[in-house]
């Protein structure tokens, strides 16, 4: 999954051996999972499909990778395109180190690429129309991932545990006596340390964001997430945290609106009706959880 | 450092906006979202929409008129309607339908020179036209929703005011819902003397009816559903417009139907099949057999369907009416028949606007139906066509 994964299980001492049963079949919901939908793995179904782009050859998919494409094109349609699982094939003319756009002819060719809607969908499989063209669910597949073991858990009669995929958190329950989750969110300054702490009951809380992997372009700091319509870094939020009773909704609305430039970011958070803050780069907040909890500007 | 606690208003979850909705909906059959699958909720989208459709009456026969015009009725239906989410719980809906209606109708039956029955037609054509509008509230809740609606209907002779009340509500595991309606209508008839006669000047006509049905999930492809009717009319029910035509001031309907849905996974196709039996204190039985293809052609749909109905004669009702009896109707809708309707139905989807196109072949037969009995001289035959245009915006 490309980041540091947390399984926390509490359970009283007489029931240990669930625990360490239900940890390790949660291992291997995560391996299935990376092994099905992981495009650095030559058989994963979204490298089949990779592997087909332009050939006329559909790739069977079961319903479990229908609903993440339905998803997909639901985020698609509902940020105007800004949500495209089809624009990684564009980092290849960026580098992101030294901040340069290496080859302008490259960007406008690889943009023909690129595009959703050339993603056939039917009762026959996945078909890529475009040549070239490639998909990755890297990122709806870590938010499945986490509400997937946190689901696994309840059904092996867990009833408190906290799942933290990198910037995912599912908290199932509360802990153990009783006392909600406590959970941090990582400071864009000093993402070692948390800015403030959610106190969580059967609930996910998904931070996107780029403050890890932003560079200057053009003297702006910007987002390595690239607009599909352009090509260029979005000049979008730091870091977003939106909360919600799932992972992959909350993850999925957190992603979208760092997609967003500065001012539609609120917007498109507001639509979802869902607690969210923005953090800058200064670790300076806005949104509603922000509001609440009297924050520093 | 700044805590939030799970009870705090920024901590509330709505998760009802139309946008989380929607992307509910696209994980909802997945094992870990069905705990958190919205049964009820109002609408993801505002709806808009244009229809017009065209109904034309097949002509009559040579042989089967004996005065008046060949040409029976045209009618051309426009339909605009209005759907949005109010809020997290509520819709509104508004339906306004316009109607115009030309042509002649059978006046009544009487007897050829070879003695068959033979069609007086009313003369030269009428022009009628209906206006209805509907206003329909809904408020919705995790396990339900319920629904008030009032609709007003006017033409040259005749008005309908009703409204009706419904409501739905779910098991715990969503795997059934419970249905129920009751509604009223008060009906004024006040016909208009053109090129026949008519003798009354203003009656009344009030109807009540109740409906309670189930719909069940059998499995992840398939559901069922029965559903049991009844109407109460009571007033002027004869047709003024019919010469020999004289109808119980009172008339009791029971209608039962059930329903079945199938998914066809592999061809990614719904089959569906409808049933419906009615019968009524006038005599009348009916049954409709209704079976539907729902076929997806990428992000469009294709629904071919075919309709059986086979309907026995109403007590009074005879293709020559014997206007000594206490009741009489000479009205071919009485009579025993049977009618078969194929048609096809296109959805296309162009973004955030679906186009849609319906075509319809009625032909009925008295030696198509179930039932025995005499046939009436001027069953009708129709094609319909219908067009339309919806669009959903957020």
């Known amino acids: 999954m490309g980041g540091p994964a947390s399984i926390t299980v509490q359970v009283p001492s007489a029931r240990r051996d669930v625990a360490t049963a239900s940890l390790v079949q949660v291992q291997q919901t995560l391996e299935a999972l990376e092994a099905r939908y992981s495009r650095y793995l030559a058989d994963s179904v979204v490298s089949q499909i990779n592997a087909r782009a332009g050939r006329e050859e559909f790739t069977e998919v079961d319903e479990e990778c229908r609903a993440l494409l339905a998803l997909a094109d639901t985020l698609w349609r509902d940020s105007d395109g800004l949500f495209d699982p089809t624009v990684g094939v564009l980092n290849r003319v960026w580098d992101f180190q030294t901040g340069h756009l290496v080859n302008l002819p490259a960007l406008e060719a690889l943009q023909h690429q690129v595009g959703w809607d050339s993603v056939e969908i039917t009762q026959e499989g996945v078909y890529l129309t475009v040549a070239g063209s490639e998909m990755d669910l890297g990122g709806l597949v870590k938010e499945y991932a986490a509400d997937t073991v946190a689901q696994s858990l309840k059904e092996q009669g867990i009833e408190s545990a906290l799942v933290a995929l990198a910037g995912d958190v599912v908290a199932v329950g509360s802990q153990a006596d009783g006392r909600p989750w406590r959970v941090g969110i990582s400071d864009p300054i000093n993402p070692n340390e948390s800015v403030f702490s959610l106190e969580m009951v059967d609930m996910a809380v998904c931070t996107s964001g780029s403050y890890a992997r932003r560079f200057e372009y053009e003297g702006k700091l910007v987002s390595h997430l690239l607009n599909p319509h352009t090509g260029y870094p979005v000049d979008g939020p730091v870091s977003v945290s939106v909360i919600a009773d799932t992972a992959l909704i909350a993850g999925a609305v957190a992603t979208v609106a760092c997609l967003h430039d500065h001012h539609k970011a609120p917007l498109w958070l507001n639509r979802s009706g869902l607690p969210w803050l923005i953090l800058d780069a200064q670790g300076h907040g806005v949104g509603p959880i922000h509001d609440k909890l009297n924050m520093p500007t | ?394």
């Open chain 2, 1 to 394: 450092m700044a805590v939030t606690k799970p009870s705090s208003d920024a901590m509330r979850l709505s998760g009802s906006s139309p946008l989380v909705r929607r992307l509910k909906q696209s994980v909802a059959l997945l094992p870990a979202y069905a705990a958190t699958a919205t049964a009820d909720a109002p609408p993801t989208y505002t709806e808009m929409g244009l229809r017009y459709s065209r109904y034309s009456e097949d002509s009559l026969a040579d042989n089967q008129r004996l005065f008046g015009a060949s040409d029976r009725y045209d009618i051309n239906i426009t339909q605009l309607w209005l759907e949005a989410p109010v809020g997290d719980n509520w819709s509104i809906a508004i339906d306004v339908q316009n109607d115009y209606q030309t042509g002649a109708s059978p006046w009544f039956v009487g007897v050829q020179r070879d003695g068959q029955p033979g069609i007086i037609m009313s003369g030269a054509s009428i022009q009628d036209n209906r206006v209805e509008v509907g206003v329909t509230t809904r408020y919705f809740w995790a396990d339900g929703n319920a629904g008030l609606n009032i609709t007003h209907s006017d033409e040259d002779d005749y008005e309908a005011l009703s409204w009706s009340a419904d409501m739905a509500w779910n098991s715990d595991d969503n795997a059934r819902t419970w249905s129920a309606s009751v509604s009223q209508s008060n009906d004024t008839v006040q016909p208009t003397q053109e090129k026949i006669p008519v003798f009354i000047d203003r009656e009344d006509i009030d109807t009540q009816s109740a409906y309670f049905g189930v719909s069940q999930i059998l499995s992840r492809t398939a559901i069922f559903r029965v559903g049991l009717s009844y109407t109460y009319s009571d007033g002027y029910l004869t047709d003024p417009y019919k010469l020999r035509d004289k109808r119980p001031s009172d008339h009791s309907r029971w209608a039962f139907t059930t329903g079945y849905r199938k998914h066809l996974v592999d061809m990614g196709a719904t089959v569906q099949a409808d049933y419906r039996f009615y019968s009524d204190d006038w005599g009348m039985d009916s049954h409709t057999l209704t079976l539907g293809w729902s076929q997806p052609l990428g992000r469009h749909t294709l629904k071919p369907y075919v309709r059986y109905y086979s309907q026995r004669a109403a007590d009074f009702f005879d293709p020559v009416a014997d206007f000594t009896a206490d009741y009489y109707a000479d009205d071919y809708r009485l009579s025993a028949f049977g009618a078969l309707t194929v048609g096809l139905n296109l959805q296309v989807q162009l973004g955030d606007w679906v186009a849609e196109a319906q075509v319809e072949r009625y032909r009925s037969n008295n030696n198509w139906g179930l039932y025995e009995g005499d046939a009436a001289p001027a069953l009708v035959d129709f094609w319909r066509g219908t067009i339309g245009l919806t669009w959903r915006f957020e």
